[in-house]
């Protein structure tokens, strides 16, 4: 009884887990280079600054999960409860990418202060007179979201691509972290339903062998496009935000902004 009841709260807290401010959610493997057959383990990361508690697997949570390795897309194979959220063994060598996307989750702004914080935040200034022209209230309004993550892992050699996966929203290598010379960065780009996004925030999380963690900002060009600079032995989570209207006015009949995250993570080699 007692274990049912603690699955039950844990439940509870997964699908409650707060998103107040700016908190990231991303993909946070054990290691990020392994042996062909070795297990793969990642945890599921909801957090500020590189730093967050690893949540459990809960189905009701998630919309999709799986790996996707040279155009092949394995499903993962999880229990509920289980952490890490991902264990599972790729027998041949090359790229993978961990792909996972939430269910819906919603938000109820109590403080206009907030929202203002978060969509300076993320960049996303116009929100504010856009949702003045509505004629929205400043308070008692929510907000939808869902979460994208993906995570590049070398198995072996780690040789392979990224590509977009048809996620609503993600962020996509053009190189590969693990084989290529990066000499003036690691290419991306972010897409939207599948379009590049132009003028997209991305907000860069350098994580080094000593854990101390330093983040800074870029922004898209025309074809959705940075260049990301890395060192060695360094681990990233790229962040990314999505934020439209939903249509609806009336902050009685449901919520009136919906926003999308896209989060990528990887770590140079040595």
């Not at 229990?79 to 792909?99: E, F, H, K, Q, T």
């Not at 022209?133 to 400043?138: M, N, V």
């Not at 000499?183 to 379009?195: F, K, R, V």
Request: no cysteine; charged share 20%; aromatic share 8%.
């Amino acid at each position: 009884m007692r274990a049912i009841f603690s699955l039950f709260v844990m439940i509870l807290a997964l699908a409650s887990t707060p998103r107040a401010g700016a908190h990231e959610f991303w993909l946070s493997p054990e290691q990020y280079q392994v042996a062909p057959g070795a297990p793969i383990r990642a945890d599921i990361r909801v957090g500020q600054n590189f730093k967050g508690a690893a949540y459990s697997y809960v189905p009701v949570n998630v919309a999709r999960f799986d790996i996707v390795t040279g155009g092949v897309i394995t499903p993962v194979t999880a229990r509920m409860g289980d952490r890490p959220a991902l264990s599972m063994a790729m027998p041949g060598a090359g790229l993978i990418v961990i792909v996972h996307e939430t269910t819906d989750t919603m938000l109820t702004y109590a403080e206009w202060q907030k929202f203002a914080d978060f969509v300076t935040h993320k960049a996303l200034p116009d929100a504010l007179d856009r949702h003045a022209a509505r004629g929205l209230p400043r308070t008692g309004f929510r907000e939808s979201y869902r979460r994208f993550a993906k995570s590049l892992i070398a198995v072996g050699d780690g040789a392979g691509q990224d590509h977009a996966v048809g996620l609503e929203t993600e962020i996509v290598a053009l190189a590969n972290p693990y084989t290529d010379a990066l000499p003036a960065g690691l290419p991306i780009q972010a897409l939207y339903q599948g379009a590049p996004r132009q003028g997209a925030q991305i907000e860069v999380f350098e994580k080094a062998p000593d854990g101390a963690v330093h983040t800074i900002f870029l922004t898209t060009a025309a074809d959705g496009r940075a260049n990301v600079p890395v060192k060695p032995g360094h681990e990233y989570l790229l962040d990314a935000v999505v934020l439209r209207d939903t249509g609806n006015d009336d902050p009685k009949a449901g919520p009136v902004w919906r926003s999308l995250w896209a989060s990528l993570t990887f770590k140079m080699p040595e």
